[in-house]
């Protein structure tokens, strides 16, 4: 096998300055917007979805796991990518290839089509957010890095609350096909600014063989855990052949990918970045934080329109506050992080992620939509403090060749224990529900005076006996669900205290003076 050899490299690519570097921040930053926003944009159009498409709702969702799984398997691949063809290059081809294929999506005729549409969307985009990272990282000078992490977390803590959001308002006012289409002209906007501002620039490229084995076991791994952690649910978990065989692909494939790739003399994932303590305390505590947060992100929704009877729209709007805060932030927690430890700060977001959950656990099916708001403005605080100090933490005294590979195996790993997190959190939601209406039948049964006096009451209203026992049928489950869902926070503001004590085995960072 011949050794890889440097390719020249056109310009190098260096720091902008004034209103050039602001256009590139608002460039790359809304590229990482897009991708992620497609992550949840299309959660609450699967209905509307499927059947446009005449399919059914669980045959629907595989247009979510199917961008999934493939968006999680290229993530990965995004540092030996960069290092073959140059950073730019690649992410002004993700960028047009991902308008392309959204473009596709939102034209296609069947669900057939769709689901190898949004294939291929997931595909193409899983280099755009970790690059898009370590060109914001490239065009800011030394001193000014930290403000560059802090305007590309905003776009990964704000795009999967603005997804539900436009999802839902595109879905309810127009066609759900426009939930892709809107992608067409902001990235035509991005690879058109991205030539002009990094014109003639690229990083060094290396000519490096391709790992074949390391790559069918990355897509198998990745592949078979996606499908097992976005199947599960429905599928009952391990109760189901499919489920069990996928697990144990993935398991089995995870133990094999580590193997070949700490022996393989060109790995497609650097298994070495992990030597980095920095990098592997920051990398576990992002994963354990986003995947908190994200599972939230998807119960509240879920619940407020299964539940309190919420449109998609109304479940947008009052969980759409999250992102306020993490915008007003980021200006400054830059120049924060830089002058003051890191972990301070990602501690603070954690604690006051704990004191969120433990305030939602007292919540009750009366709950206003103001105080449900209320409650997401206060878990902004935490959004706000969270992705900018641990990333930074994380990348800290790594080599600047290596912080898009470290970008793309982070961004992987955050992205895998969000849709973890959130499958196990809708399963222990479902079951807990079960078991708190199984408790509130019994206490209704016991009191049959008060049951027989609320149906008595309900009579009198002129309300059938049939239509009687449904209502009292529909309060009790709304019931059960609110105190599962307050079982979910109590459990979460236990895992963010453990998640901020992790935090604390990491290095102190430098401070800058």
């Known amino acids: 096998m011949s050794a890889p050899h440097r390719l020249p490299a056109p310009l190098p690519l260096i720091p902008l300055s004034g209103g050039t570097r602001a256009l590139a921040a608002v460039t790359l930053g809304l590229a990482s917007f897009m991708s992620v926003v497609d992550m949840t944009i299309a959660n609450v159009s699967i209905p509307t979805i499927s059947g446009n498409l005449g399919v059914g709702p669980e045959e629907g969702e595989w247009a979510i796991t199917s961008f999934a799984i493939a968006n999680a398997i290229c993530i990965p691949l995004t540092g030996w990518l960069s290092r073959r063809f140059g950073q730019v290059r690649l992410f002004v081809a993700s960028v047009a290839a991902f308008t392309i294929a959204s473009v596709l999506c939102g034209l296609a005729p069947g669900f057939d089509s769709l689901l190898a549409f949004r294939v291929l969307q997931g595909a193409v985009s899983g280099p755009i957010v970790p690059l898009s990272q370590s060109l914001l990282v490239a065009v800011f000078p030394p001193e000014r890095q930290a403000l560059a992490v802090a305007m590309w977390a905003m776009t990964n803590m704000g795009g999967p609350v603005a997804g539900p959001l436009l999802g839902g308002w595109i879905t309810d006012h127009y066609d759900w096909s426009w939930i892709f289409l809107v992608n067409a002209p902001v990235g035509l906007f991005i690879v058109a600014a991205t030539l002009v501002l990094l014109k003639g620039r690229e990083t060094a490229r290396t000519s ?278 307050n079982d979910f926070f109590f459990l979460s503001s236990v895992a963010f205290l453990v998640a901020m004590a992790v935090i604390w085995l990491a290095h102190a960072p430098r401070k800058a003076h």
């Open 208 to 485: 490096l063989p391709v790992d074949g084995y390391g790559l069918f076991l990355l897509a198998l791994a990745i592949g078979s855990l996606q499908v097992t952690v976005d199947r599960g649910r429905t599928l009952d978990w391990f109760s189901s052949p499919v489920i069990c065989a996928t697990a144990l692909l993935a398991g089995a494939g995870f133990v094999l990918l580590i193997l070949r790739e700490l022996t393989a003399t060109h790995p497609i994932i650097d298994l070495g970045l992990f030597r980095h303590r920095n990098f592997a305390v920051g990398t576990l505590a992002v994963a354990i934080g986003f995947g908190l947060y994200f599972a939230a992100l998807v119960l509240i929704p879920l619940w407020l329109q299964t539940s309190l009877d919420y449109s998609a729209t109304w479940a947008g709007l009052v969980t759409a506050p999250m992102g306020v805060f993490g915008v007003v932030l980021a200006p400054f927690l830059g120049r924060w992080v830089r002058r003051a430890d890191a972990r301070l700060f990602a501690s603070f977001a954690f604690v006051a992620w704990a004191l969120v959950a433990w305030w939602r656990t007292g919540m009750i099916a009366t709950v206003d939509p103001g105080t449900i708001a209320l409650t997401c403005l206060a878990q902004g605080v935490g959004i706000g403090f969270f992705l900018t100090p641990l990333v930074s933490l994380s990348l800290a005294g790594l080599p600047p060749e290596k912080v898009a590979s470290a970008s793309g195996v982070q961004t992987s790993i955050r992205m895998m224990s969000a849709s973890l997190v959130a499958s196990l959190g809708q399963t222990f939601w479902d079951q807990r529900a079960r078991f708190h209406q199984t408790y509130l039948v019994e206490r209704v049964s016991s009191f049959d005076n008060r049951l027989s006096g609320t149906l008595d009451h309900l009579r009198q209203g002129g309300v059938e006996d049939a239509q009687a026992f449904g209502l009292i049928a529909r309060q009790i489950d709304r019931e059960a669900h609110m105190l599962s869902l």
